[in-house]
DNA sequence: GTAACTGCAAAATATTTGCATCCTT
DNA sequence: AAGGATGCAAATATTTTGCAGTTAC
């Protein structure tokens, strides 16, 4: 059990669960995006379904993860870097999914650059998504 | 009936028939970008929920409309500008999301930036959604 | 007339909720 | 011990598929 895993449950105010390490776990070892579908088949099936999903839900809401945006209809969660915090995310960086392995990742020395908006219009946040073909599809 | 919508639905060799038309004139006369509830509601409830989806199915295969990405799990979609032919999308411009309305806007005048990534990685498409608060909830 | 499109029914998936039980603190 | 987390069952919601009837061309 790493002690990382357990220090980010208790600062959320979380109890340490096998489930909640677990997913933890496998967010902190994948470099990249994971939708629920990898969940469930990565943690080899251990856990309810429900639990997935409340655990994501969660994680969600203490800003431990946040979701990333997809154009199809997958829902996938990526772990948030440090300092976000419950409602607030800093999460800068471009996501790049392949088109050949469907990996998502999380391209940690890309910033999203800034734009100009038309006049009216308030940011809070930007996301970018850049769509080709990763480096281990090369 | 619009003169410019039979010729879009020609254009791309599909049947001229009232939902479709119907569809693809609520996309027209929307500015931004449409889920598959929205359609469902404001055409008044008159078409069978399979057809909306395999409407949306098709114009999304014809190029005729692409799909934006959103972080919460909805999918939507928008009008292809007109470049757009099959398979192959010119769709280079900024979606906001307002997070008061819950609408997304196309900023045509805003195109998505292009970033330098890593090594290895060859970028296809870039897509770009910045979230905040539009103009009309200022 | 023929091929394509629609609507209905139903299957397959995905997500949410309630509740009794179990586990963390 | 108490509150929260889990797992099961079941309720909802979403998307897909098959097929017969209808419509566009």
């Known amino acids: ?8 449950l208790k600062r959320n105010q979380l109890s340490v669960t ?10 902190l070892e994948s470099k990249g995006a994971l939708a629920h579908g990898d969940i469930e088949k990565r943690t080899g099936e251990k856990f309810d379904r429900v639990t997935v999903y409340r655990t994501l839900q969660i994680f969600l809401e203490k ?3 946040h979701n990333i945006p997809t ?9 948030c ?3 976000c ?6 999460d800068n960086h471009v996501h790049f999914v392949c088109s050949a ?3 998502t990742t999380c391209l940690a020395d890309v910033m999203v650059p800034s734009v100009k ?3 009216g219009f308030s940011p809070e946040e930007s996301q970018m998504v850049v769509t080709g073909i990763c480096k281990d599809c090369k």
Do not use: W
């Open 117 to 119: 908006l038309p006049v």
């Open 18 to 27: 096998g489930s909640r390490m677990k997913i933890l776990e496998l967010f």
């Open 85 to 90: 915090s419950e409602g607030h995310h800093h």
């Open 1 to 8: 059990m790493d002690v990382q895993i357990d220090l980010i």
């Open 101 to 103: 392995c469907s990996n």
């Open 63 to 65: 800003g431990i993860i």
């Open 71 to 79: 154009s199809d209809n997958s829902v996938r969660y990526a772990l």
């Open 81 to 83: 870097t440090n300092d």
